[in-house]
């Protein structure tokens, strides 16, 4: 195992520390150190009892990035309406601000990094389903795993106040070696058997598709995503972690997101990107229309080449491509894209799949991208604002983080936001489960509600109920 030189921390801490002195305010201090592999599963799980409630796990599909915090060294939450993508990025550069950062690494998603997202829709009415996740909510951990091209790091926050001294340091040294050590050990948990599904309102909500076809037919909306929720009851608590490793093992492929809060726990496997950010570099990914996948290798052809060619799915897909194509060209001077859709294909689903790759303005942040790819239709609709609107008024769903923005930043402005969708929240011994699709002018209410039940699969087979 690699060790860490513990007196650079004091000695860098105690700098921070004298920072904060001269400037009357906290400072933060993070140091980088280069590791032997550490499986981020079981770092994730080393923080099960320290820090449960307070962990978060990510991964996009080709494991170029991995990344898990735990503890909390910041918060950045709030439930403010207008505005909420820029007051974020204020308090983050405010949080950044005079940190003294030791990363001689180039790699992204080292050093302070924040962790979190946003709401669907801060205007909607809040239920107590999401009560634990404020519209705006961003972790900034204690102590960070980050695995970038094969190599594993270790970050360490600390927030150093005028009213420090070395026992600070002294205090976070034996907790991280605390950490260290424990990696070790092997996690064994039994998992929470289910025992009760409840899917909800499932005919008024196809009632609510029938309706809204009706409008798209004559007004001025062309698309509307409308979602539903399962409920799902347990006969223990169930575990984060045992979900995680389920997920890692069924659904590779995907982005798998872990976001805990106040007890609760959010938490997906969702194939789509909303932005990826690397210095200019801009990637998007348009991702809607959905077919399920065959029993046999013919079967899947054929539903595939079905997909690729059927009316409904490729207008479906077709509206998402227009809106971000023209929400990045507000910030990229050059945007590329293929002319037609390709299929992607994961475990339980095959979708239509249109990349997007943009060389952004200089002052284009990632939370500025966000900001204006969110929500594309592939989640809420087009237009952008009256689709919001309907979905605020006709669903009975709280979406709260799903069909959202959620991913990482780091203090170098490079990061990733996928749309957290194939997910569900956690709540001790009971779960939600969420899955929306994408409602035109000739849907059919009843293959609508048929889609949305395979896209619950994934999250579904993970909590044991396939
Ligand atoms: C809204 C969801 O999926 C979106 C992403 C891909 C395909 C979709 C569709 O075909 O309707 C949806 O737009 C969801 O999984 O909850
Ligand atoms: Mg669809």
Request: charged content about 25%.
């Amino acid at each position: 195992m690699v060790t860490i030189q513990e007196t650079e921390l004091k000695e860098r801490g105690l700098l921070a520390v004298s920072s904060a002195r001269r400037l009357g305010r906290p400072i933060l201090m993070s140091e980088v150190h280069k590791m032997d592999t550490i499986d981020p599963l079981s770092f994730f799980n080393s923080g099960s009892e320290r820090y449960l409630g307070e962990r978060f796990y990510w991964k996009d599909p080709s494991e170029e990035v991995v990344i898990i915090g735990l503890g909390l060294s910041k918060q950045i939450q709030s439930d403010q309406v207008t505005d909420r993508f820029f007051h974020v990025e204020e308090e983050w550069k405010k949080f950044l601000q005079d940190s003294l950062i030791f990363n001689p690494y180039k790699e992204n998603g080292l050093g302070p990094v924040m962790f979190g997202g946003f709401s669907f829709d801060p205007l909607k009415t809040k239920t107590t389903l999401w009560s634990k996740y404020a519209d705006s909510l961003f972790h900034i951990p204690k102590y960070m795993l980050t695995i970038v091209e094969n190599q594993t790091f270790l970050t360490t926050n600390i927030v150093c106040t005028p009213n420090d001294d070395f026992t600070l340091f002294e205090k976070v040294i034996k907790e991280r070696v605390q950490l260290l050590t424990s990696l070790e050990q092997d996690f064994d948990c039994k998992p929470a058997k289910l025992i009760a599904t409840k899917e909800i309102s499932p005919l008024q909500w196809k009632q609510s598709v029938d309706e809204l076809v009706k409008d798209l037919k004559d007004g001025s909306l062309k698309k509307v995503v409308l979602a539903r929720e399962l409920r799902l009851i347990f006969d223990n608590q169930v575990k984060a972690e045992v979900i995680l490793e389920n997920l890692y093992n069924q659904q590779r492929d995907s982005f798998l997101f872990v976001f805990e809060s106040n007890g609760d726990c959010f938490i997906g496997a969702t194939p789509e990107r909303l932005v990826k950010k690397q210095g200019n570099d801009v990637f998007s990914t348009c991702l809607a229309g959905s077919i399920k996948r065959g029993k046999t290798e013919f079967e899947d052809e054929i539903l595939g080449q079905t997909l690729l060619n059927d009316q409904k799915n490729l207008i479906e897909h077709g509206f998402v491509v227009e809106m971000i194509k023209e929400a990045l060209a507000e910030s990229c001077e050059e945007i590329i894209l293929p002319e037609k859709p390709q299929l992607m294909k994961i475990r339980d689903i095959q979708h239509l799949y249109t990349p997007v790759i943009g060389k952004c303005q200089k002052d284009a942040s990632l939370l500025l991208l966000v900001e204006r790819l969110h929500p594309t239709p592939a989640l809420g609709g087009l237009p952008k604002q009256e689709a919001v609107e309907k979905i605020r008024q006709i669903e009975e769903l709280d979406r709260g983080f799903y069909a959202a923005p959620l991913g990482w930043v780091d203090y170098r402005g490079n990061g990733e936001f996928a749309v957290s969708i194939r997910s569900g929240l956690i709540q001790g011994m009971e779960a939600s489960l969420f899955a929306g699709c994408g409602v035109v002018s000739n849907s059919d209410s009843e293959s609508e509600y048929m889609e949305t039940s395979l896209k619950f699969s994934p999250m579904l087979r993970a909590l044991g109920g396939k």
